[in-house]
């Protein structure tokens, strides 16, 4: 079975300063992974996915991800943080069952902006 | 347009009641998806609609949940004789044969 693991629960950074939230996966096979934010009493927004084809992934809001086979790693990362960036984030991998993408989401990193 | 429409956005239910949560997933949308959020945690599966077919409902927690989607399109996730254990936000999201999840706003169960 497909799983992920988000190595901090909680990330706090200053404004302007560079974000990274850490996630590694185990699979057994090419995954399809994806990371999705959700600001309080809010739905679930794509941040974006990767599906094999390049290793970097850039997302929405200045995000980007890159996938590292050899360390198992999908880690998020942002140049500068925003206030509006305060959320909670989640690494998630897909698991194919009974032909739908039926996804595994982490325990989630609670993401604080200082100003 | 419209994005994945969930009722009600909170609901209290006391000990032993059945509730009844709705979705209105995105028009056109084949496939449907039920997730329960506990507090602090991740999402976690719970069934899955391809069209008015439930293909896979390995991750109801009990035969107390139920989910329907007779025509489709609405689906509504029913829990009878409710328990402490079920309070959480319960997560519908639909979409096109093999794109994107889009995900609804959630309804917060709080059991009683």
């Known amino acids: 079975a497909q799983s992920v693991t988000q190595l901090d629960s909680h990330v706090s950074v200053s404004e302007g300063t560079p974000v990274l939230l850490r996630c590694n996966y185990s699979?057994?096979?090419?995954?399809?992974l994806f990371w999705y934010v959700q600001h309080p009493n809010k739905g679930l927004q794509l941040l974006l996915k990767?599906?094999?084809?390049?290793?970097l992934v850039k997302g929405i809001n200045g995000f980007e991800a890159e996938f590292k086979k050899s360390e198992t790693s999908f880690h998020l990362t942002k140049p500068s943080a925003h206030m509006s960036d305060a959320a909670e984030y989640f690494c998630?991998?897909?698991?194919?069952?009974?032909?739908?993408?039926?996804?595994?989401f982490g325990q989630g990193t609670r993401l604080t902006i200082n100003p | 347009g419209a994005g994945v429409s969930q009722s009600p956005r909170y609901k209290v239910a006391k000990r032993g009641q059945d509730v009844a949560l709705r979705c209105d997933p995105i028009s056109g949308h084949v496939s449907l998806f039920w997730y329960q959020q506990a507090l602090g945690q991740g999402p976690e599966f719970l069934t899955y609609f391809q069209n008015e077919a439930q293909l896979d409902k390995s991750g109801l927690p009990s035969d107390r949940f139920f989910a329907e989607r007779p025509e489709g399109s609405v689906s509504t996730l029913k829990i009878q004789r409710t328990q402490q254990e079920d309070s959480a936000v319960y997560l519908c999201?639909?979409?096109?044969?093999?794109?994107?999840?889009?995900f609804g706003n959630g309804t917060r169960l709080t059991v009683t």
């Open positions: 998630v991998v897909s698991d194919l069952g009974q032909g739908a993408q039926k996804l595994v």
């Open positions: 999201a639909s979409s096109l044969a093999n794109s994107p999840l889009h």
């Open positions: 699979s057994s096979y090419s995954p399809s």
């Open positions: 990767y599906t094999s084809a390049a290793t």
